[in-house]
């Protein structure tokens, strides 16, 4: 039995009762049971997690054991290959050494049950897990069922116990079918990458596409040429009130202003011009409530709105589905199952929501007939599952935050306001639109301005945008009311040059989004993909945003030199077709992995490990040198810990000569800093994690700190600012004079003065909701906004 579980005696069992309806599986809540010992004669439950069988215990009467899993209890050997591919891509199962005596409890139990429930997650992997402990049972058809709990309430708990089903032998095999294939690739793959980079890399069919966009990403940025370019806007008020329009059509057409001289000829020539309006088109416009959550759109929305990772979202989400203990109630599952494509809900949920609107807000925010919503991944969506959403709406989360730690409050608040406002009324917008035409059409500005009549959803919901999301109504003022023939007052008319800019990196929730688009992957894998990612140093995040290693880099460039059809985009996203047609029953799993296995053999007999070595590490050089020892040419060869070079006698140890394949490093630059501890000079030197100061005494000296970002500490006013990092890798801004001054922030410092109290040093802050970038002094705490030329919102329909 696992450490966190309780034991708990079973009451004595009573001869059961014959009912018919659902609620007849349960007994009263005072005959709970958890992971107990077994009752003989009863049905044993068997789930994944010790937290949701504490929680399915509460609903179970006399006469029910049950017992967690803790993930899977069988999977491929970890040092074989473990598939015959010569046999139909058989695979071979073993159990897993931490769960041998996991296993051997529950085969204990099994022996003393007359029914077994197998509960595991209602997907592909719980299918698989059930499908691995009935293999280890050996019980027959009828003593072995399947039970689904898509929420772990008394409803639906006495639901699935009430409707036992089979094992879905197609959805195992979907899973079988991913297994088996990750596995091919893993261990065929990552050996390429031992020999021609360094051991402990791996290749993973959907992490290497991922970093694949990342990698093209950062490509696309450095290539691109950024070209000046100026835009107009004329600074206008009627009636008190102020406004902008900005320059839309020069001479009828998109005007292309890109030198100052020809933005001053305008201006000077606009400034002598009367303002006077010659159409306004005033139109209303709805913004529908959006679909309740998906895993995926789960995802995006708390990295945008709450700054979580994808695997933080998930791990918070499986808590609140598991069940918390909510004091007297005891333990409750809050959400429904997190891993889902469907934006699909219960009528009992619909009106569940549309009771809790119509009692708390006013009738015109509860629509007419229920909101039904399309999405998902098309004809790829997995409808078996609901969206998220909470199981009791009257649960509300300012209730339940005295029961649940932040993350896990962040989340259901999240998700609770987002599946309410799923059944309320659009949003309604006045959106207005003025044209001035001048010198007789040759100049047409533009004013464009929104207002609220109806907030509708918005009372209890809004979606969160990134920075190169597009403007919406939400970010357009209000402006006076204008009619044909009013003249506006010129106050001045601004030029303002701008550079065009590259397309922006990945954030977590942009490249979820990108994955999803593409059909790269499930939703439910984003988390282990991206973490994956990033402990393989693969990829970090600066700012938020993904930026490839030099290391993820190589691994690309290997990667696509050696399996240039495996891990293509389009490739890559058949095969998740492939994999639900699979569950669908279109396909059998074996004939998949077959028409897998064709092109992939042929890629790994192609390779040839020292022309890629030669080509990645470009070492065309090394064939036309000498061995320094003994004169005989230098090698390219590949050892246990990655590709170097040698003399060619080395491998019969006539000469010993050999050297690291890694270019020269990059050279050590001067500094001002003087060593704290010898007093000798700095250096800058460039390591693995960035630029750092080193004194140039070592190894005598080992002394080394962050680079000081030009700032002094606001605290002490005599340490230097530095970025540096914590213990997980997470950058943050100190003193350097820690531990004697203990001041930090999260937000980046910038070499900017406060134009408030004179203090040169203010962070920068990126609004999650709106994408707005904002300074603060870390003196004073004087807050301003950056200004940065926006794009041109959206045309209102006339």
């Keep these: 039995m696992p450490d966190n579980e309780e034991e708990v005696k079973p009451k004595k069992p009573r001869a059961p009762r014959k009912k018919k309806d659902a609620e007849a599986v349960l007994e009263t809540a005072d005959d709970e049971v958890t992971d107990a010992a077994p009752v003989k004669g009863g049905a044993l439950v068997i789930v994944e997690s010790p937290t949701k069988a504490k929680t399915i215990g509460k609903y179970l009467g006399r006469g029910y054991t049950v017992k967690a899993t803790v993930g899977h209890l069988r999977d491929l050997p970890k040092r074989e290959l473990g598939v015959d591919v010569d046999n139909g891509f058989t695979p071979k199962y073993v159990t897993i050494k931490e769960k041998a005596k996991t296993l051997a409890e529950i085969k204990k139990a099994a022996k003393a049950a007359d029914r077994i429930l197998l509960a595991t997650d209602p997907d592909r992997e719980g299918e698989a897990i059930a499908w691995h402990v009935a293999s280890q049972l050996n019980g027959d058809g009828g003593r072995i069922r399947r039970v689904l709990f898509h929420e772990i309430t008394k409803d639906a708990v006495a639901q699935a116990l009430a409707n036992p089903l089979d094992i879905d032998q197609r959805k195992v095999d979907a899973q079988q079918a991913r297994r088996v294939l990750d596995r091919l690739v893993g261990y065929k793959a990552s050996p390429v990458l031992w020999k021609s980079i360094k051991t402990g890399l791996s290749a993973g069919r959907v992490q290497t596409v991922a970093l694949r966009l990342i990698i093209e990403r950062e490509e696309e940025i450095r290539k691109f040429v950024p070209q000046e370019y100026w835009t107009i806007a004329a600074d206008l ?60 759109t789960m995802q995006q929305e708390a990295a945008k709105q709450l700054g979580f990772s994808a695997g933080r979202t998930m791990r918070a989400a499986q808590k609140l589905y598991e069940g918390v203990e909510l004091g007297e109630q005891g333990s409750v599952g809050l959400i429904t199952y997190m891993r889902t494509d469907s934006v699909r809900v219960s009528d009992a949920a619909i009106k569940q929501a549309r009771e809790y609107i119509n009692a708390q807000f006013d009738k015109r925010y509860l629509p007419d007939e229920p909101n039904v919503h399309k999405g998902g991944r098309g004809s790829k969506v997995q409808d078996a599952h609901e969206a998220i959403r909470p199981t009791e709406v009257g649960l509300r989360p300012e209730d339940m935050k005295k029961y649940l730690e932040r993350d896990l409050f962040k989340l259901y608040q999240l998700i609770w306001r987002r599946f309410l406002a799923s059944q309320m009324t659009p949003a309604v917008y006045e959106a207005t639109k003025v044209d001035f035409e001048l010198a007789n059409g040759k100049f047409l500005f533009r004013a464009t301005g929104s207002r609220v009549l109806f907030d509708g959803y918005h009372a209890l919901y809004s979606e969160a945008h990134e920075a190169e999301d597009a403007k919406t109504l939400d970010s357009l003022a209000p402006i006076p009311p204008l009619k044909q023939g009013d003249r506006a007052t010129l106050k001045q008319v601004v030029p303002s040059q701008h550079f065009t800019e590259p397309p922006p990196r990945y954030s977590e929730a942009s490249l979820v989004k990108e994955l999803e688009r593409l059909g790269i992957g499930r939703p439910s894998t984003y988390a282990a993909i991206i973490s994956t990612l990033r402990t393989r140093w693969y990829a970090t995040a600066k700012d938020r945003r993904f930026q490839p290693t030099p290391q993820g880099e190589t691994v690309w460039k290997v990667l696509k030199r050696s399996f240039p059809e495996v891990f293509e985009v389009g490739f890559t996203a058949n095969m998740e077709n492939e994999l639900d047609k699979i569950e669908e029953g279109d396909l059998a799993w074996q004939d998949v992995l077959g028409e897998f296995w064709k092109p992939f053999s042929v890629a790994l007999e192609a390779i040839d490990i020292n022309k890629i070595i030669h080509e990645v590490h470009d070492l065309s050089g090394v064939a036309a040198e000498k061995c320094p020892k003994c004169g005989s040419p230098l090698e390219v060869k590949s050892g246990r810990f990655g590709p170097y070079i040698a003399c060619a006698r080395y491998a019969t140890k006539e000469c010993d000569y050999s050297r690291s394949i890694k270019k020269d490093k990059v050279p050590d630059r001067p500094s001002d800093e003087i060593c704290k501890e010898c007093g000798a000079p700095m250096v800058i030197k460039t390591g693995r ?78 609004s999650k909701a709106t994408g707005e970038t904002t300074r603060k002094c870390l003196k004073c705490g004087h807050t301003m906004v950056v200004e940065d030329a926006a794009p041109e919102p959206e045309e209102v329909a006339s």
């Excluded at 201006?267 to 913004?287: C, D, M």
């Excluded at 890798?729 to 900017?752: H, I, M």
């Design 237 to 296: 008020e009627k009636d008190g009130q102020a406004f902008q329009a900005r320059l839309q059509k020069l001479s009828g057409h998109k005007p292309e202003i890109k030198t100052e001289q020809a933005a001053r000829e305008i201006v000077a020539e606009v400034e002598k011009l009367p303002f006077v309006v010659t159409s306004v088109s005033t139109g209303e416009r709805r913004r529908k409530a959006p679909a309740p959550f998906t895993t995926s």
């Design 689 to 766: 994690y960035g630029e750092f100061l080193a004194c140039t005494r070592y190894p005598k000296c080992k002394y080394t700190q962050p680079v000081p970002l030009g700032i002094k500490c606001p605290k002490c006013g005599v340490g230097d600012l530095a970025e540096r990092r914590t213990k997980r890798g997470r950058t943050f801004y100190g003193c350097l004079r820690y531990p004697d001054c203990d001041y930090s922030t999260w937000n980046k410092p910038v070499v900017v003065p406060c134009p408030n109290c004179g203090f040169v040093g203010m962070e920068e802050i990126t």
